[in-house]
Structures are given as structure tokens and as C-alpha cells.
């Protein structure tokens, strides 16, 4: 009999154990708190409810502003771009000049940044985080974030040169004389340290030659030997003007 007592009672024990529940938040301190938590276990998508929970009750303007920019970064950690950017370019707006401003800057930077899409697509937003990147260097120059930046520009010059270089070549492809000449010229222009320069050079004195400019053509294949002697392209361009020239 006692063995009997004594089973019920640890079984009515286990059992208000296995029912018994965390404590409902009541502050948005305390929502704020299970947010950083969820955060911490990558659980991006309950930190974010938290977050929002958070502002909904309203303590401090303070508190809100933090748990704004933690939806953000939820979505950021989340893989969310375009969320993220979302948040990060509302809370810059709302809260300009605040001490977070350079990292937020930054983080609507890779936002965009992890959008870019290949070179045959549109590149909105290799240009949205280009400029966002630029402002960052100029409006926060000592932050630690905009030494990052400089290798962030490099890239998206790089990759909008890409781009201009594959539109020009398809005009070049389908003889657009014209409208291969305006991409190309402008690519020199606008990215004159692009890595694919010797092809523009090319391929732009290659048009100059077809669509009836000899003296263009010759100036452009110059440069290109001038400039990149080693370049397999530039021993076609000496090909190009011992043959026709």
C-alpha cells in the first residue's frame, strides 16, 4: 500500500511538471529579452514576433527603436534581403543621426548587396547598394564599417562594368554598330579600372572598323596594346593593323 501512495504521488509530480509552462512575458522588456533569446537559437521568425510584441505594448521610445532595428537584423540573419533592406532604410529614416547609423548604413548595404543578381539580369540593385555603400565612406569616413565599404564599391563597379560589357557585345554580336560604340564608350567612362578593359578595347575597335571608322579604330586597338601588352587581345590587335593598316 505505501509502495502504492508512493508511486501516485511521484506520478502526480511528473505530471505538474510536464504541464507546467514558461511564465508569460507582461513587459516589452521582457518580450524584448525573449526576442534576443530566440535570436541567439536562430530562431529568427519567433525573435521578430518578440520584437514586435515589444513595440506593440510601448514603454520607452528607446526600447522601440531597439527592437526596429533588432526586426531588421532578424530579417538580415534570416537571409530576408529584402525585408532586412527594407527595415534598415525605414529605420534611417525615421531615426536619422543616431549612434547606429553607420552599422545600419552598412547592413542596407549588404542588403542590397546580397541581392545582386548575374550580369544577364537586372542590376537595380547592385546599384542600390553601389550608391548606399558611397554614402556610407562619405557621410561616415572614420567608422569602422567603412573600411569595409571601399571593397564593396570595387565590387559593384565591377560587376556593373560586367554587365555594360555583356550589353555591348550582344549589340556587337548583332552587328548594332551604334548602340555596341554608346555601351562600350560609356563602360570606359563610367568604370575605367573594370578587370575586362582590354576586351572593351577590343571589341570597340573591332566596331569602329566595322561600322566605318579606320581612325577610331586604330587610336582604340593602340591603346589596348599600349595599355595591356600581355593581353592575348592585344596580339589580335597587332594582327588587326598589320593587316589592314
Not at 509552462?21 to 521568425?45: C, H, M, S
Not at 567612362?189 to 572593351?200: A, G, I, L, N, S
Amino acid at each position: 500500500m505505501k509502495f502504492i501512495i508512493a508511486f501516485l504521488s511521484v506520478a502526480c509530480l511528473l505530471t505538474a511538471c510536464s504541464t507546467a509552462t514558461v511564465p508569460e512575458a507582461k513587459t516589452a522588456e521582457e518580450y524584448f529579452n525573449r526576442g534576443e533569446l530566440a535570436f541567439a537559437n536562430e530562431d529568427y521568425q519567433d525573435a521578430i514576433k518578440s520584437y514586435e510584441k515589444a513595440m506593440e505594448i510601448y514603454e520607452t521610445a528607446a526600447l522601440n527603436r531597439r527592437a526596429e532595428l533588432r526586426i531588421a537584423d532578424a530579417h538580415f540573419a534570416n537571409k530576408d534581403y529584402v525585408e532586412a533592406a527594407a527595415g534598415y532604410e525605414d529605420f534611417l529614416k525615421r531615426h536619422p543621426g543616431t549612434p547606429q547609423s553607420a552599422r545600419v548604413l552598412f547592413q542596407l548595404g549588404e542588403s542590397y548587396f546580397n541581392q545582386i543578381l548575374a550580369i544577364d539580369r537586372d542590376q537595380t540593385a547592385t546599384r542600390n547598394a553601389l550608391v548606399t555603400f558611397e554614402s556610407l565612406i562619405k557621410i561616415y569616413p572614420d567608422a569602422p564599417e567603412s573600411r569595409i565599404a571601399p571593397e564593396r564599391v570595387r565590387a559593384c563597379k565591377n560587376h556593373l562594368a560586367a554587365n555594360e560589357l555583356y550589353v555591348g557585345l550582344f549589340y556587337y554580336k548583332f552587328e548594332k554598330h551604334k548602340a555596341a560604340i554608346g555601351r562600350l564608350t560609356e563602360m570606359l567612362d563610367k568604370y575605367p579600372e573594370c578587370p575586362d578593359k582590354d576586351q572593351v578595347y577590343y571589341y570597340l575597335g573591332r566596331t569602329f572598323l566595322d561600322s566605318g571608322h579606320p581612325n577610331l579604330a586604330v587610336a582604340t586597338f593602340e591603346n589596348l596594346i599600349a595599355d595591356f601588352p600581355r593581353s592575348p587581345l592585344a596580339a589580335e590587335a597587332k594582327t588587326i593593323l598589320r593587316e589592314e593598316f
